[in-house]
């Protein structure tokens, strides 16, 4: 079985490698990207979207529908990760709780103390003795890391950055909580279910976004035709529309990536890990 | 003002450089740490105070908030810095890495 797939593999890799060479030399003025679109984006995309920063405008304007599926594939790494570790797993799993007053062990063998109680505390099995200057630490930074996710997703127009870097530090300061303390203060913070709403609804405010341009009378993506109902010029509209689906973008990529981190590191138990 | 930045530059290469040293010369894990967390905090401060400095030679309310913006970055790394280094050291104490002493020298 290994064996055919890395036959299947290094054949498609041969292909792929055979193929580059139809591809245009690096950096070669005459190839068609170089005469029409890179020249037409340099020149056009400010005045026609005022975004100062071109790649911005191509991917989330020019190319909108090609970055609408990108998030796309993120929400279905998310979606694998969900259904492959978490669904296939038994519930009833070994947990040990201290008792607060008298200092008691307790294990419990499937079954369910509720994690937030006055008497009881729940011991993790692979637990390390977290540390308080690092809690600390990670407790007051995590605030600044998501005001630096908001800005780069915010600043996305004039800045390199945008809905996808935005969104991977929107997710790294909930995964710096979750490694600093554990993973249910991380999951107490921001529920299973908020995650998985949050999934969704990135990609579907980008694909709304792309449906009210068609209601509004123009094409799919088309953020021109939102000058409609928000009272600006069509430029200032697709502008707008560009922040409003970074904004999608960055929503979905968040809440990617901690479910992803906390299924992989818990192996699909969602209570204790790393 | 060229010559203050030029020499917070060359401090700050200096503590570079010790650092460096250091963590290739330091006997082992925990010591090599010590110069690590240490020399680089110091070091990147001055150079950093000396690019925001530099990026005040032609005066302007916002090269200020600029400069603003870079110094923030120093008092990051002045709160991270120590933090990681602390956490590698617990992590490292805590499974089991035993610190050198002069018992071990010459192995």
Known sequence: MKAIGLIIVVLAGALLLYSTQDFPFWGDPASPAGTHTA??????AFEETSVPNVVTAVLADYRGFDTMFETGVIFCAGLGCFVLLRLSRSRDEDSYYRHVATGITLHIKSAK???????FERIDTLWTPYDLIVKTVCRLLAPFVQLFGLYVIAHGHHSPGGGFQGGVILGASVILIAISHNMRTAIGRISEKTIHILMAVGVLLYSGIGALCILLGGNFLDYASLSR?????????????????????????????ITIYNNLSSDGRLDEGL | MDIIVVFLIICGLVFFTGGAVGILRFPDFYTRLHPAGKMDTLGSFLMVLAVSLFNLREFSWAAVLTSLKILLIVLFIFILNPTATHAIVDAGFRAGMRPWTKKDKGK
């Not at chain 1, 928000?230 to 560009?242: D, K, P, V």
């Open chain 1, 39 to 44: 020249t037409y984006y340099l020149t056009k």
């Open chain 1, 113 to 119: 103390i509720p994690d937030v109680s006055s008497e």
């Open chain 1, 229 to 257: 109902i928000l009272f600006t010029n069509e430029i200032e509209a697709r502008s707008l529309g560009i922040l409003g689906v970074e904004v999608g973008v960055g929503i979905t990529v968040m809440a990617v990536m």
